[in-house]
C-alpha cells in the first residue's frame, strides 16, 4: 500500500514537470521536485562544452591542453610566449628582463590568420632563469592593463591600479615568474576520461 501511493505521488510530480526527465532524474524518484534546476545546470554545462569546443571543432581535451600553446615556452633555442586578447591594440611583456619599461624587443605581435593570437619569440639570452615578468596590454581608448600572466583576478587588478596611482610604479610583489625546468620534455597532458 506505502508503495503504491509513493508510485503515485511520484508520478504526479513527474507529470507537473515541464521539461523532459534526464537519465539520472529518471532513475532516483527523489530528484522529480529538482528536474527543472538539474536540467537547467546540466543544459549551462552543454552550452560552456559547446564554447570551449568551438562548436565541437576541438575537444575538451585539446581546449584543457592550451597552456600547452599559451603563455611562455622554451622551445629549443628560444622563448615563445602566446596570448590571446582579441580586443588588444597592442601587448609587450615587461619585467626583470627590460627594467619594466615597454620596448620593441619585447612587442607581441598578431599571428595572421588568427582571432586575437599574439605571439613573440625571443632569443634564449633574451630572459633568464627567476626573472619576473608581467604582460603590458593596451585597449582601444588608451586604456592599460598590466597582468600577471595567466592571472587576472580582479582583486590583483585592483591592487596594480592602487600601486601605480599612489606611487606611479608597478607592484613587483605579483609577477608571472619563469623557471626553467630540469626535465623541460616532461608534459602533463589532459584525456577525456569518458
Not at 591542453?65 to 615587461?94: S, V
Not at 605581435?109 to 588568427?114: E, Q
Amino acid at each position: 500500500m506505502v508503495k503504491k501511493v509513493q508510485d503515485n505521488a511520484n508520478a504526479a510530480i513527474k507529470a507537473k514537470c515541464n521539461t523532459q526527465l534526464l537519465g539520472i532524474v529518471e532513475s532516483d524518484s527523489y530528484l522529480y521536485p529538482f528536474n527543472e534546476a538539474i536540467s537547467g545546470r546540466h543544459n549551462y554545462a552543454l552550452e560552456r562544452i559547446k564554447e570551449f569546443t568551438n562548436g565541437g571543432k576541438q575537444s575538451l581535451s585539446e581546449f584543457a591542453n592550451g597552456y600547452n600553446y599559451y603563455g611562455l615556452h622554451k622551445i629549443n633555442d628560444q622563448w615563445i610566449f602566446r596570448e590571446w586578447a582579441p580586443n588588444a591594440t597592442d601587448l609587450y611583456l615587461i619585467g626583470d628582463f627590460n627594467n619594466w619599461k615597454r620596448s620593441s624587443e619585447y612587442q607581441c605581435k598578431r599571428v595572421d590568420g588568427s582571432f586575437g593570437d599574439w605571439e613573440l619569440i625571443l632569443d634564449e639570452n633574451a630572459m633568464h632563469h627567476g626573472d619576473l615578468f608581467k604582460m603590458y596590454t593596451l585597449w582601444n581608448g588608451g586604456k592599460v592593463n598590466v597582468f600577471q600572466h595567466g592571472h587576472n583576478e580582479l582583486y590583483k587588478m585592483k591592487i596594480q591600479k592602487f600601486f601605480q596611482r599612489k606611487y606611479g610604479v608597478l607592484n613587483r610583489r605579483i609577477n608571472g615568474k619563469m623557471y626553467l625546468l630540469s626535465q623541460p620534455n616532461l608534459h602533463f597532458l589532459y584525456t577525456n576520461a569518458i
